[in-house]
């Protein structure tokens, strides 16, 4: 794909420089004038402009009272929150606990009516069970130095996942086929999560899709990411999952889900390479 998952989260932040920009322009101020009323630096000015520095409530009060525009702080300040809340760090949104991140989505995903899932790496989440959660979530505790609450966070995704057996809502997802080879938790736990992929790839509301390693590919694999309905894309990185929510930028991955999903085999074969990864347990 031809652009970064953080275009979004940038171009959120730009149009609030950019207001604010507007408004000092209004108000017939140079930088420096603004500046000088908000009670900071030029270069601050430059910084908040240029969307290099997003400002906090109080830098947007302050040059809004600079402007004689009191009444669009509010506006605002909301809208900075939103452009803040696209690139969410993993370190922020677990300060709190892997437990409380995971019922974090619940909102979502109840307002959800069609979720299509891409994986290059791992068992999707919303298919994982118990154990193979435990030991994805264990990883990610320990590679973000946070405190251990795998064992609640494994528990509170286990409860989420119930969602798929909720009648009205479709689940499309595609894995490749390198995903059924990852062995996460021991040897019981991943012969568990494989025989229910045979279980839950069945139920008439999924459809699981494995990619093969052998396929002919139209499309190189992509990064893990979720779309929610034809409105928000998650994308999930190392350091911080991305939201997306540019028209143009969710058709493109809406593009490239059907393009991925049209190289995967589904039903007897998708069983069958499901089988032979079982099979390579023993």
């Not at 009323?37 to 009060?61: F, M, Q, V, Y």
């Not at 809208?79 to 995971?102: I, N, T």
């Not at 040897?187 to 790839?201: E, F, K, N, R, W």
């Amino acid at each position: 794909m031809a652009s970064s998952p953080s275009t979004s989260a940038q171009a959120a932040r730009e149009r609030v420089a950019r207001r604010l920009r507007d408004l000092r322009a209004d108000a017939g101020l140079t930088g420096t004038e603004l500046a000088k009323r908000c009670g900071w630096t030029h270069p601050k000015t430059s910084r908040l402009e240029n969307a290099r520095t997003a400002p906090t409530p109080d830098d947007i009060r302050r040059w809004c009272h600079a402007c004689g525009a009191e009444g669009q702080a509010v506006d605002i300040i909301a809208q900075s929150r939103d452009a803040e809340s696209a690139y969410m760090e993993w370190r922020r949104q677990v300060r709190a606990g892997l437990k409380r991140l995971q019922n974090s989505y619940i909102e979502l995903f109840q307002a959800t009516r069609l979720f299509r899932i891409y994986s290059p790496t791992l068992i999707p989440g919303l298919l994982q069970t118990e154990g193979y959660a435990r030991a994805v979530l264990s990883g990610v505790a320990e590679l973000l130095e946070i405190p251990h609450d795998a064992d609640q966070a494994a528990a509170a995704r286990a409860q989420r996942n119930q969602i798929i057996h909720q009648p009205g809502r479709r689940f499309v997802m595609v894995v490749e086929e390198g995903v059924l080879y990852h062995h996460l938790g021991d040897a019981d736990a991943m012969a568990a999560q494989l025989g229910y992929l045979l279980t839950a790839g069945a139920l008439p509301s999924v459809s699981l899709g494995i990619i093969p390693k052998s396929v002919r590919r139209t499309l190189w694999p992509q990064e893990l990411f979720h779309v929610y309905d034809d409105e928000l894309v998650s994308v999930e990185l190392m350091t911080a999952r991305v939201r997306v929510t540019q028209p143009s930028e969710v058709q493109m991955y809406l593009r490239a889900f059907e393009q991925l999903r049209g190289m995967a085999v589904y039903g007897a074969d998708a069983r069958t390479l499901v089988l032979r990864a079982i099979e390579a347990l023993r």
